[in-house]
Every structure is written in C-alpha cells, then in structure tokens.
C-alpha cells in the first residue's frame, strides 16, 4: 500500500540552527501539506502546497519556515534559525484530487530544539 | 475560521462496550471529514472519509456519521477491545481543498 515517507524520525538541533525536515509524497497526489503537534496539543496546520506553489499557510509559519518540491517526489520543510518552542512532532500529508480527497499522514519528524 | 471540537477530551470503558466519540465544527462549507486514529508517539492513521455529500460510512467495527448542516460527526465503535486504545481525531477538509483542520481528539481507554 502506498505510503507517505518522513526522514529523520529524529532530530536534535541546537537553537539558532537551520533544520530540513524531508518528506516523500504518494506518487500521484497533488496536495502535500505541513502540520505540527506540539505534545499534548492538537495537531496544526502549517502549510499547504498545490501546482508548485503555496496555497495556504497559517499564522504560525512565518519567515523562519519554507517549503520545497526540490525534484519530483521530495517534499521539505526547512526552518532557518530553530527556536526551542518549535520543538514538535511535524508531520507531513499529500492527498489526490480525487473525488475522495482522501489525506494520508506520514509517521512524523520530532524535532527537538536545544 | 473552521473550529474543530472533540467531546469528551478523555474516554475509559471496559472491554465490550459499545462507544460513540463527538466531532463538531462550525463551517458546515467541508468537502469531506475524516476520523484518524493516533498511538502515542506515532503518525495519524485515517480511519474512515465522509465525503460532503454522504451521510455515513462504515469499516468493519466502526461507523462514523455526517450531519453538515449541524455541523456534528460521530464514530461509533463497536464492541470495544483493548486494542482500540488510542487517541481519535476528527479533521475536516475545507472547499478549496488546501486545508484540514483538527479537533483536539479523544483519548480511548479499552480495559480488559
């Protein structure tokens, strides 16, 4: 069965320090998305990606995040200067344009900010 | 802007129960609703989709309903067994497709 793919499961940073977090797509879906949980919490949305370019972000992802589709099936996040509050569980989603639209959720990234 | 709200936050049943989890939103403009389910530590696993259009879906031992224009969505869980403990999330997707917003989810303990 098809799967959407995060790499590292892990990450510890020192603050101040630029992080990628790397995520591979289902093959033929449109949609990838961003979200964080920060422990305990809900699940946020961050940040949407549709056509090669953004088409939603939230509040919480400002000028320190970035999104990338480097090559046909990477999907990154990229966070410039890592604050202790960004340490979370991020989680990666695509979904096809499907009459379904069915999202399926990676397994997570926790990054841990230091 | 969509709001998300799971009720009860925490649930604790004997083995054997049958169970229902709330999920309530407060834009009925969705284009489909979906329930996951997430272990401690782990990724979302989705569940069941409810697509705008339909009422209810099931998967083997559990069902979840849709009434858009109250806003309200319930999985129902039968015949509980331990290995159902987990947390339960409900997101809905808006219209333009670029956004799934998340209830808080319920926590599900199934004791033997």
């Known amino acids: 069965e098809p799967e959407v793919t995060q790499t590292p499961s892990h990450q510890v940073t020192q603050m101040g320090q630029e992080v990628i977090l790397r995520c591979v797509p289902i093959?033929?879906?449109?949609?990838f998305y961003w979200y964080r949980q920060i422990l305990g919490q809900k699940v946020e949305f961050l940040v949407s990606?549709?056509?090669?370019?953004?088409?939603?972000k939230s509040e919480i992802f400002d000028d320190q995040f970035s999104v990338e589709r480097p090559d046909g099936s990477n999907f990154t996040l990229k966070i410039r200067s890592t604050k202790l509050e960004d340490s979370a569980m991020y989680f990666c989603?695509?979904?096809?344009?499907?009459?379904?639209?069915?999202?399926?959720f990676g397994q997570g990234t926790r990054l841990t900010v230091v | 802007k969509q709001e998300v709200t799971q009720i009860p936050a925490a649930l604790s049943v004997p083995e054997g129960e049958n169970l229902v989890l709330n999920c309530s939103f407060t834009?009925?403009?969705?284009?489909?609703l979906q329930w996951f389910r997430q272990d401690p530590g782990k990724g979302l696993t989705s569940l069941l989709l409810?697509?705008?259009?339909?009422r209810e879906q099931t998967s083997g031992r559990l069902n979840a309903s849709l009434d858009k224009s109250s806003g309200r969505s319930t999985l129902y869980i039968a015949a509980s067994q331990p290995g159902d403990s987990a947390t339960y999330l409900c997101?809905?997707?808006?219209?333009?497709?670029?956004?799934?917003?998340f209830g808080g989810g319920t926590r599900l303990m199934v004791k033997p």
């Open positions: 409810i697509q705008s259009s339909q």
């Open positions: 997101a809905v997707l808006n219209n333009a497709g670029n956004m799934l917003t």
């Open positions: 990606f549709y056509n090669n370019e953004i088409s939603e």
């Open positions: 989603a695509s979904r096809s344009t499907g009459q379904t639209g069915e999202a399926f």
């Open positions: 834009d009925s403009a969705i284009y489909n």
């Open positions: 093959s033929n879906h449109l949609y």
